[in-house]
Every structure is written in C-alpha cells, then in structure tokens.
C-alpha cells in the first residue's frame, strides 16, 4: 500500500466496493444472462442497471483527491518535469489497458460466429485501434471495444488538465510571486463552477474532461482541506458548491460525488476512528481496491464469454443464468488479480504517480 492509502485506509476499501458494483453493473447491463435472471428478480436487476454506473463518481472523487495530494498538496505545483510526468502516466494506464483490449478483441473473435448480441463488438480496423491506444476512440467517434475503456480515456485527460493548471500556476507565481500562489486554486474553483454548472449538464460533452472535472474537483478540494489545520473555508467551499449545483440542478452522480468527497474528509480527519479501523482490517477489500484497476480492465471480456457460453447451452434457465452471472463476477475477480500481478503491478514507474481513483501501486 502506498503512502497515500497509508494515510486514508479506507480508500482502497471504497475502490473495492465501487470497482464490484461496476463489474454487476455491466453484468445487469449486457445480456443475455442478465435478462433471464431479470424475469424473477427486476427490482436486483433495475437497480444495477440504473444505479450501479454511478459508483464510477467514487473512482473520479479518489482520483481527484490523490491528484492533489500529488501535484499540489499545498494548493502549489510540487513538480518539476510536467511532460515526463504525463508520458509516464500515459504510460501506467496504457500497458494492462492494451493487454486488456487485446483479451478483449479476441474472445469477441472467438464469440462472434455463434454468439448474436450487441454486447460482441465487430472486427476492429486499424484507425479503432489506434484511436484506443491515444485513448481518443471516443472524440473521435470510434466504437469501443470494451466497457469503460472511456474511463481510462477521461482519466488521463483529467490528470493532463491538472497537470495544466498547476504549471500555469508555477509559471506567474515565478513573474508575480505574492499574487499568483493560489492561482491554480483559483483555476480549479472556475472549473469547478463552469464543470458543475453547465458542462455537466450536457451530454454531449462526456467524452471530455471538462464533464467530469467537477466530480475531479471536488475530490481535491476534500484533500485541501483535510490537509490544511484550518480546513473549515475549503469544506465549506466544498459543500456549498456541491450544493448549489444540485439546487440549480439535482443529480444523483453529483450527490454521490459530494457525500464521498465529504467521507474522504471525514476519513483522513478521523484516520483512528473506529469506521476507518474497520475497513483497514479488511486485507481483501484492501487488496481488491490495490487490483480494482486491473479488475476494472478486464472484467468485461470474461462477462463477454460466460455470457456467450451460458446464452448458448442453458438460454433459458433462470438458475443456469444467475449462477453464470456470479461465476462471471468471481472470474473477473480472478483475472483481475493475474492481470494486477502479472503486468500492471510490474509496470508501476513511480510510487508517486499512483493517484488515480482505479489505480494503486
């Protein structure tokens, strides 16, 4: 575990948490099996449907939160080199990524004759696969070829514009020493408030950063203040922004965002209360969260391939499907854990660049 995971012990715990409400939401969400079991057990089924995707705002809060922690613990750039910085992390996310996608392409190869759903992906031609491996698929209208590979894509974009902000920040404080100090503050609040208030509120924008970023913020702004002696102005900023963009606008994405932004105040707060105690004892929930990365990657290819096998022998039989749907959950696990081991925890450059909300070193 690494330093930040010593410091909140409960993050790695909500990665586990939110990293198996994504794997059964993408079992809820891409048949067949799911809609045979949904024929006795609709509300279970709805629900992961609806509401399990929601559990990526705990990924983008710790993301953000870590991200400070990181680049800006002060509220000031703490780095010196920005473009090996982003390379490397580029690098972090890409390498289990593209084995992933790989896996991926080749059990949708293997399915594809004898398995007939939308979830199965066609052949992939070679402006897919590079617009995958820049992690542009999305802005540049490409199928995925994978679940939530637009994660990984708006993570790095997320890490660039923080990146971004805090040099432009080192930058002027070099010029104008007393008044530029807090300007990359000053630029996260303005996105913030323009991310919360209006990007946020167009879809059409979420295969961009600026969509996400307030979640993003929010996670930072709780690291600011759980890291300053007198944190009130910073959670109150926190509360009061979150608040007022549910006012102007309810969401239940941004109200989840806000209540982790606040627990993950509480938690690095109050790191001996009983709660934190709690899910620090849990060694497998820690070790969960460290894979949920690479559990994340490559959950979907195996969900693709119980789903193919079990559509094709036992299509109709409600236990037959639930049963598939939990091997399925178990097997990710398990992939998961070899992927984590065998490529991503051995391309890990820095201790220091573990900071995204699905990633841990």
């Known amino acids: 575990m ?3 995971d010593r410091r909140l012990p409960g993050i790695d715990a909500l990665k586990a948490v939110a990293c198996m409400l994504i ?3 993408h079992l809820a969400f891409y048949g067949p099996m799911s809609d045979v079991v949904n024929a006795r057990m609709p509300g279970l089924i709805g629900w992961l449907y609806d509401y399990g995707r929601m559990a990526v705002q705990v990924f983008l809060v710790v993301g953000g939160f870590l991200a400070a922690a990181s680049l800006a613990p002060q509220g000031v750039a703490s780095f010196t080199q920005p473009g090996r910085l982003i390379v490397r992390r580029y690098q972090r ?9 790989a896996i991926s392409v080749l059990v949708s190869a293997l399915v594809r004759p004898w398995f007939d759903d939308p979830s199965v992906s066609g052949a992939p031609t070679l402006w897919q696969l590079l617009a995958h491996v820049l992690l542009l698929q999305d802005v540049m209208g490409q ?11 708006i993570d790095m974009q997320l890490f660039v514009l923080s990146v971004l902000i805090f040099c432009v920040q080192r930058s002027l404080s070099r010029r104008w020493p007393a008044t530029s100090a807090r300007f990359g503050v000053g630029l996260v609040l303005l996105l913030t408030v323009l991310s919360l208030f209006v990007f946020n509120r167009q879809a059409g924008l979420d295969m961009t950063a600026l969509y996400f970023f307030g979640s993003y913020a929010l996670g930072m702004l709780a690291f600011w203040a759980s890291n300053d002696r007198r944190g009130g102005p910073w959670l109150w900023t926190m509360a009061l ?7 102007l606008d309810f969401r239940g994405r941004i109200a989840l965002a806000l209540v982790v932004a606040l627990g993950l105040f509480c938690l690095q707060k109050n790191a001996g209360m009983r709660p934190v105690c709690w ?5 497998w929930l820690a070790r969960l969260g460290q894979m949920s990365y690479s559990v994340f990657l490559i959950h979907f290819p195996v969900c693709l391939l119980v789903n193919a096998l079990v559509g094709r022998f036992w299509p109709t039989g409600v236990l037959a499907n639930a049963l598939g749907m939990l091997s399925a959950f178990f097997l990710s696990l ?4 070899a992927l984590y081991r065998g490529v991503e925890s051995r391309h890990a450059p820095s201790r220091r660049l573990s900071q995204a909300g699905l990633i841990s070193s």
């Open 2 to 4: 690494n330093q930040q």
């Open 23 to 25: 794997v059964w939401h």
């Open 93 to 101: 996310l890409v390498v289990p990524y593209l084995v992933a996608l």
């Open 143 to 153: 199928e995925a070829l994978s679940a939530g590979v637009w994660y990984v894509a």
């Open 241 to 247: 922004l979150g608040m007022a963009a549910l006012v």
């Open 279 to 283: 899910l620090q004892g849990r060694q």
């Open 334 to 337: 398990l992939a998961g854990w």
